[in-house]
């Protein structure tokens, strides 16, 4: 198969990701040590049974063996005193070995419990002594004392050859239980030297496993990522061009190559952004030239417009005053709509100034307490709150870096507007508020107004956008667009609660310090001249 993200079909090995060859690792070292496990614990147990074995029941029972036909020896001792001598200090030995050999014969029997060879042993000398003490030592200890038993001497040869086959029987139990004892003992010996060898060949395999995992793990996937990492870093570093060779695992190799078609990917893009960079050269230098172009034409209006315009609006009211009461009522109707449009051009060629010059002409920033400001626009606008009969209240405001002069522009258009649009019968309460959020400051401007409608709270800071008619409340419908440039050119928004109705409410926010790069104000788009609806 051929072509870019086409990739031969993998096969075998090959196509065994990293996930795969750790699970396969993971399962055949769980496996391996599973197994060496369970051998190293079978190995334990069989080795703490042979243990117990020998200490609790092989030594034990041959020390009782011994100590049983020492019991049997003490009563032929006491059995064949008494018989000649007819002492009976002589039957004190035989009933003590007589009560011995019952303790040690039940105690070997519990010892021996399973194994039916040396059951079959005390049992044989269990027989062999019972006969024993049947026909010679319980008649010889019936005799009278005082005197030698007759029987003693009649059965001296019985006596014998009876006491012999104790000693053969005693002497046979003990023989097989001192092989076992050595047998056990040799068993163990042996497992132990096998247990060690387990555990040495276990340490081995983990040392083994674990030098062959991290060998699969440096080659199999540090290798290929420190080679991925190596030609990432080159291509980071500029070379474009520089080829990825995927390697490892099936995933790994996926990887380069995707990352090398994002490599390629990126050549392309590289190229068209290039272009557009070139582009956008050229759409710069046409913007600065249209920049040049607009300044000279705010020259021109702040100059050459500026004196015609004074002399149209002298010379009409010259003709209102020189004039007035002489023509008909339609001659002064014509001469007020004269006068009232040159102020208002006049009014609205400044207020265009400003707004032009935010951010191009005011653009000292420094640190700027926001009291005093609001302080110097109250005092600036005091004749209008004097004749309102507004309220103004503030919580302290804080120290910002700012242009003092768009902060003071900033404070008269919002409480200048919330003087002017207030209700016919109730005076002005206006409250400004301050709060840190975040890494910004808060500002509220809230007054009991007549409000703004929901469906204006956009509208309002799109330039030239008016809500009544310049009959009922005048400007120009530029203050609150030149709030927004304001604000915005300082870090923040600006926007109208829609929440509140007893009035209106401006919030904004301000940051500590304005960006470095503060991106340029975009002239709004000037409201449908045909309206008058909006504020």
């Known amino acids: 198969m051929t072509g870019e993200g086409k990739r031969p079909r993998e096969r075998g090995l090959s196509a065994w990701t990293t996930r795969r060859w750790l699970r396969m690792g993971t399962a055949v070292s ?11 614990a079978w190995i334990l147990s069989r080795t703490e049974s042979l243990s117990k074995e020998l200490v609790d029941v092989r030594s034990p029972a041959l020390t ?7 019991a049997v020896l003490n009563q032929e001792t006491g059995i064949r005193g008494y018989g000649l001598t007819g002492t009976p200090d002589f039957l004190t030995p035989y009933r003590e070995g007589v009560a011995e050999q019952e303790s040690r014969t039940a105690q070997l029997s519990g010892l021996l419990a399973g194994d039916r060879a040396a059951l079959a042993d005390l049992g044989a000398v269990r027989d062999a002594v019972t006969r024993w003490q049947e026909r010679i030592a319980r008649p010889i200890a019936a ?9 003693a001497v009649e059965r001296a040869a019985e006596g ?4 012999d086959a104790v000693r053969a029987a005693l002497g046979g139990q003990q023989e097989r239980l001192r092989a076992e004892r050595v047998r056990t003992r040799d068993e163990l010996m042996t497992m132990m030297e096998v247990r060690n060898w387990v555990f040495g060949t276990i340490a081995v395999l983990i040392v083994a496993l674990t030098s062959l995992i991290f ?5 199999g996937i540090n290798e290929p990522l420190d080679r991925l990492g ?3 870093r080159t291509i980071a570093g500029g070379d474009f061009d520089h080829p990825i060779t995927p390697s490892g695992p099936a995933d790994l190799r996926r990887l380069g190559e995707e990352i090398d078609s994002m490599r390629r990917r990126l050549v392309r893009e590289l190229a068209f952004t290039e272009e557009a960079r070139l582009r956008l050269d050229a759409q710069a230098a046409d913007l600065q030239r249209s920049n040049a172009e607009l300044e000279q034409f705010a020259y021109v209006a702040s100059h050459d417009l500026q004196e015609p315009l004074r002399k149209v609006s002298s010379f009409t009211q010259l003709l209102q005053r020189r004039y007035g009461g002489q023509l008909d009522s339609r001659a002064d109707q014509y001469i007020d709509f004269a006068v009232d449009g040159a102020n208002r051009m006049q009014v609205l060629i400044n207020d265009l100034l400003d707004f032009s010059r935010v951010g191009r002409l005011h653009n000292a920033h420094q640190s700027v307490d926001l009291d005093d400001v609001l302080e110097r626009t109250l005092s600036a606008l005091s004749v209008g709150i004097e004749e309102a009969g507004a309220v103004i209240t503030h919580d302290p405001l804080p120290t910002l870096v700012a242009d003092p002069t768009q902060m003071g522009m900033l404070w008269q258009n919002l409480i200048g507007n919330a003087v002017k649009f207030r209700r016919p019968d109730e005076a002005p309460r206006i409250r400004v508020t301050a709060a840190r959020e975040g890494g910004l400051w808060r500002f509220t401007v809230t007054d009991n107004g007549i409000g703004i409608a929901p469906e204006y709270a956009d509208k309002v800071f799109v330039i030239f956008q008016r809500l009544h008619t310049k009959d009922v409340y005048s400007g120009s419908g530029i203050g609150l667009a030149m709030c927004k440039k304001i604000v915005e050119f300082h870090g923040g928004t600006i926007a109208v609660d829609t929440e509140y109705r007893e009035g209106a409410r401006i919030t904004f926010t301000l940051a500590p310090e304005p960006p470095e790069t503060p991106l340029p104000a975009a002239l709004p788009p000037a409201a449908d001249s045909g309206t008058e609806r909006t504020r």
Do not use: I, M, Q
């Open 64 to 70: 009782t063996a011994t100590r049983l036909e020492s």
């Open 215 to 219: 060998e699969g793990l440096r080659r």
């Open 143 to 151: 005799a009278p004392p005082g005197s030698s038993s007759p029987l």
């Open 30 to 40: 769980l496996v391996v040590l599973a197994l060496l496990g369970t051998t190293g």
């Open 230 to 232: 190596a030609d990432a």
């Open 160 to 163: 014998k050859t009876a006491f």
